[in-house]
């Protein structure tokens, strides 16, 4: 914590941190220290993705990037 702090400190007009977690982990990770969360001042909350709208974006992500998945395997198949 200490070291992410400092560095954030040290290279502030050239370093981009990007955290992501679930909501109560982060809200408990940026508490533990008390210059932590001014380092961060942008938080973006994401809904809950369900197994059919995760496996909709990997079989879109897999396309776009010239991949195949076999349309026989299934949304919880795909994320488990």
Known sequence: MNTLVK????????????????NKEMATFLST?????SRFPNVF???????EEM??????TTHEKGFTID??????????
Do not use: M, P, W
């Open 7 to 22: 560095e954030c400190e040290e290279h502030a007009k050239d370093l981009v941190v990007i955290l992501a977690g679930y």
């Open 33 to 37: 220290n008390s210059g932590i969360a």
């Open 45 to 51: 909350n994401f809904a809950d993705y369900t197994h």
């Open 55 to 60: 496996a909709g974006i990997l079989r879109q």
């Open 71 to 80: 349309e026989a395997i299934g949304a919880e198949q795909l994320v488990q």
